[in-house]
């Protein structure tokens, strides 16, 4: 299986042929502009000794500075950061945001570190990546981190540089300058264009049936706001399992259940079903929410939704696209659906450099345009590029931005 980079490098080359780039654009894309790449050691406060990989992405600032996106998960590798970079590329030209995609990263399981521990490896993060500022690059948050993490970030840079900068870091606590309604944004955009997808497939979402891969902060918020449709929510999973009822899952009440013991598992009045089994779920509508390459060549046959929601980074592999398109299955790209967060993290710096805050209404207001505005342009482009796929239409949309940006600057 090729790895998650190699399937954005050939959706991008794909989009670039069909949507007439030029080659040379193309050869700057096809690697990062820049990596840094470093190891923390650290002793642990059980007295243990462990050295944590590290990595910081800078894919292509042609548009704007880098931002965004700082991922700690056990098994992360740098091909994953380098993909995450590129997508994070497109996605700021598709939500027409002027920054430039970057991410990074930390190989490291968050739970098994205690808070000390983990505060402090955020800590040395900083200090390692030795952060320029908000014209340069602004790291946010990704898996494994959240608004503690960013503010543990915010305050390093801080201590270090000698001076209060809010928009130096993305994904903060409102008190400490960030954005109203950031945390939720990333799963309020799959749901905006989810709903988008669904009117145009004339699909009623009070009468849809709805499979979500993933219950974190993404899947979370999006299955609370498809439950308010009347949409039945007939499965959910998360890292340790999944619960299916036919009738509809409270989620509300799954909320609670997973506060309480920390998983979907176990939950009163459902069926337990495999992860490799919920998309094979009868539903209309499936929606990944998790990790990449999580619907591959050996399960897309059994997909019964007609359409498909990206709310994770890369969740479709390349052969899985290809035979889910043969199906007749809509899919709205990572690239468009998720990008929400980037979106109010471009809101949140705004506010920051600004120094004057928005009422939670402006930017619900304003990550609704944006964000259906993008998934708009990505159906027009795919439709003039001879009716090519959601996925072809948001990728050649952003990448004639990139171009353009790039013979103004003269680098091609």
């Given at each position: ?6 399937v ?36 642990l ?7 944590f990989?590290a990595?910081?992405?800078?894919y ?8 965004d996106?700082?991922?700690?998960r056990?098994d ?8 995450l ?13 002027p ?14 570190l205690d808070k ?24 946010g ?12 970030m ?9 001076r209060?900068?809010p928009?130096?870091i ?11 309604g ?8 799959v ?27 993404v ?6 706001l ?7 929510i ?10 299916f ?6 989620i509300?009440?799954?909320k ?30 499936a ?16 997909i ?15 052969g ?13 790209p ?12 471009h ?11 928005w009422?939670i209404?402006?930017?619900q207001?304003?990550l ?33 931005k ?11």
């Open positions: 299986m090729d790895s998650v980079f190699d954005a490098i050939k959706n991008m080359n794909r989009a670039g042929e069909l949507g007439g780039i030029d080659p040379r654009v193309l050869e700057v894309l096809q690697g990062p502009k820049r990596i840094q790449q470093f190891r923390i050691p650290m002793r406060s059980d007295g243990s000794f462990k050295v990989p990595y910081r992405v800078h292509c600032d042609a548009l704007g500075p880098f931002r996106g700082t991922r700690i056990p992360l590798t740098l091909d994953e950061v380098k993909a970079g590129l997508f994070m590329t497109i996605k700021h030209c598709a939500a027409a945001i920054a430039g995609g970057a991410k990074g990263g930390i190989q490291a399981d968050p739970s098994k000390v521990d983990l505060e402090r490896l955020v800590r040395a993060f900083v200090r390692f990546l030795q952060p320029k500022g908000p014209w340069e690059d602004v790291p948050a990704d898996i494994g981190t959240g608004e503690q993490a960013m503010a543990w915010l305050d390093e840079y801080e201590q270090i540089t000698g209060h900068c928009a130096a993305n994904d903060k606590p409102p008190i400490l300058g960030g954005s109203l950031g945390e939720e944004a990333t799963g309020r955009g749901f905006l264009t989810l709903s988008a997808a669904a009117d145009d497939l004339a699909m009623a979402l009070s009468s849809s049936r709805a499979v979500v891969q993933g219950f974190g902060q899947g979370s918020h999006l299955a609370s498809l439950g308010e449709t009347g949409c039945r007939v499965a959910v999973s998360d890292v340790y399992g999944g619960i009822n036919a009738d509809g899952i409270d509300s009440a799954l609670e259940h997973v506060r309480n013991t920390g998983s979907v598992k176990d939950f009163p009045g459902t069926e337990p079903v495999a992860n490799d089994r919920i998309f094979a779920v009868e539903c209309d509508i929606v990944p929410a998790a990790v990449h390459d999580v619907i591959h060549t050996e399960n897309a046959g059994e019964k939704a007609r359409l498909i929601v990206e709310g994770a980074n890369g969740p479709i592999t390349d899985a696209d290809a035979i889910l398109n043969e199906k007749g299955v809509t899919i709205v990572d690239v468009v659906a998720n990008s929400g967060g980037a979106t109010v993290c809101f949140e710096r705004t506010q920051g450099l600004s120094d004057q805050y009422e209404e402006t930017v207001t304003q609704k345009k944006r964000i259906l505005d993008a998934y708009r342009f990505a159906a027009e482009t795919a439709k003039e590029a001879g009716n090519q796929s959601l996925r072809v239409g948001a990728w050649i949309y952003a990448l004639k990139i171009e353009q940006a790039m013979k103004l600057r003269g680098w091609v």
